[in-house]
DNA sequence: TGGGATT
C-alpha cells in the first residue's frame, strides 16, 4: 500500500521470514521480492515487465519519492508462485543494468521497526575494512547490509559507509555508542548518522533548478555583474598572484589544478569561500551563488562540537563561465561586516 | 585562510 515501507534499501530478507500463523493468511515471505540498486530512470512499467518476464505476479511497486515522484532505486515484487520468486532471485540478481548490478532478494515483513535503519558513517579510517567496520557495528544489532564507498580511480577506500541495521532502535544504540568514537587504533573519530535518502541528491538538484529560475527574476549579487568579468583576473585570483601576467592562454589551459573537481561524484567547479560568519549556514551559500547559474552543491564547514561555521565553506557549480562570473562578482563582496574571499579550491598540499 | 564525501 504505502511507498515508504522499508524506509530505503534494504538488504537480503531472511531467507525464511516468520510464518503468519495459522489463521490462513499468506505467507508473503516465500513470494516478496525487495530489489535494490534500480537504475534511477527504470519506470514502473519497466520494472514490471522485468519482473513479470519470470512468472506471474500478483502486485509490484516501484518505490518513488512522494513529492518529486523520482524513483528512489528499489521496488517490491509479490509473485503469486513462490517458486517464481525463487526463479527471479537466481536468474535476476546480480543483473547487470546500465551501471548498476541490482540485487533481488527476498523482503522482509513491512513493519516500522525497520524503517529508518539506514547509518551514514563517515571519518573511518582508510585501511578498515567493511568486514571491520561489520564488526564495530554490529553489537548493536544485526545488520542487513553495509558498504565502504571506494574512490573510483584508485579503489582505495574513501572513509565513507553504510550500515542497515535491522532495526530502527540498533541504528540508535549505534549513534549513542559510536558517533565521535575513535575505533581502536584510529587517530580520528568517526561520524555516524541517519543516512539521507537515495532520492536526496536529485531533489536537491531540482530544488537548485526552481531556485535559480525564481531568483534570476529578482534582485542579487547579479548587479556586481558590473564588475566585468576578464579571464586574467580570475587566472590571478586563482594563482595568488597580484600583477597581470601578459601570458597568451587559451581557454582554460592555463586553469589545469584549479577548482575542477574530477571525482565522480559531482564534477564542476569547486569554489572556496573564505570569511564567513560562525553564524552562517547553507542557505546563504545558496543565495549569493544561485543567481549565477548552476550549483550542485553547498557546504559550510563547521566545527565538530560547537557546530559554529568555522569561517569558511565550499561552492560546487557546474558551468566555468558562471563560476567565473560568480568569483568575479563576489570576491571582495561585503557580507554584513565581513568581505568575503572567494576563488577557485586550489589543491592545498598539506604538509608532510 | 582550506572540508567532506550519501550506496
Redesign the pocket.
Known amino acids: 500500500m504505502e511507498s515508504q515501507v522499508g524506509g530505503?534499501?534494504a538488504g537480503p530478507a531472511l531467507p525464511n521470514g516468520p510464518l503468519l500463523g495459522t489463521n490462513g493468511a499468506t505467507d508473503d515471505s516465500k513470494t516478496n521480492l525487495i530489489v535494490n540498486y534500480l537504475p534511477q530512470n527504470m519506470t514502473q512499467d519497466e520494472f514490471k515487465s522485468l519482473f513479470g518476464s519470470i512468472g506471474d505476479i500478483e502486485s509490484c511497486k516501484l518505490v518513488r519519492d512522494k513529492i518529486t515522484g523520482q524513483s528512489l532505486g528499489y521496488g517490491f515484487v509479490n509473485y503469486s508462485d513462490p517458486n517464481d520468486a525463487d526463479k527471479a532471485i537466481n536468474t535476476l540478481n546480480g543483473l547487470k543494468l546500465q551501471t548498476k548490478t541490482i540485487k533481488v532478494s527476498y523482503a522482509r515483513p513491512s513493519s516500522a521497526s525497520i524503517r529508518d535503519a539506514?547509518l551514514?558513517v563517515?571519518g573511518l579510517p582508510k585501511t578498515m575494512s567493511q568486514k571491520e567496520m561489520e564488526q564495530l557495528f554490529s553489537q548493536y544489532g544485526r545488520i542487513i547490509?553495509s558498504?565502504i564507498?571506494l574512490d573510483q580511480a584508485t579503489g582505495v577506500s574513501?572513509?565513507?559507509g553504510?550500515i542497515?541495521f535491522d532495526k530502527r532502535i540498533e541504528a540508535e544504540e549505534a549513534i549513542k555508542g559510536l558517533n565521535g568514537q575513535k575505533p581502536l587504533g584510529a587517530a580520528e573519530p568517526i561520524?555516524v548518522?541517519f543516512?539521507?535518502n537515495?532520492s536526496q541528491?536529485t531533489g536537491q538538484a531540482l530544488l537548485t533548478h526552481l531556485y535559480q529560475s525564481s531568483a534570476r527574476r529578482y534582485a542579487g549579487p547579479l548587479h556586481h555583474q558590473t564588475q566585468r568579468f576578464r579571464l586574467d583576473n580570475l587566472l590571478n585570483m586563482a594563482y595568488g598572484v597580484k600583477r597581470f601576467s601578459p601570458i597568451a592562454i587559451d581557454g582554460m589551459s592555463g586553469l589545469a589544478g584549479v577548482g575542477l573537481?574530477g571525482?565522480a561524484?559531482?564534477a564542476g567547479w569547486?569554489i572556496?569561500v573564505?570569511n564567513l560568519s560562525p553564524e552562517a549556514d547553507e542557505s546563504v551559500l545558496w543565495q549569493l551563488f544561485g543567481p549565477f547559474g548552476a550549483v550542485t552543491n553547498v557546504?559550510v564547514?563547521r566545527d565538530f562540537t560547537t557546530n559554529k561555521c568555522k569561517?569558511?565553506g565550499?561552492v560546487t557549480m557546474t558551468n566555468y563561465d558562471e563560476a567565473a562570473m560568480a568569483i568575479a562578482s563576489l570576491n571582495g563582496y561585503r557580507l554584513g561586516e565581513r568581505v568575503l574571499?572567494v576563488?577557485f579550491?586550489?589543491s592545498?598540499q598539506h604538509k608532510a
Open positions: 530505503g534499501p539506514n551514514y563517515s547490509t558498504r564507498l574513501r572513509g565513507v553504510f542497515r561520524t548518522k543516512a539521507n537515495p541528491k573537481s571525482g561524484a559531482g569547486c572556496f573564505y557546504k564547514i569561517g569558511f565550499f574571499q576563488s579550491k586550489t592545498k
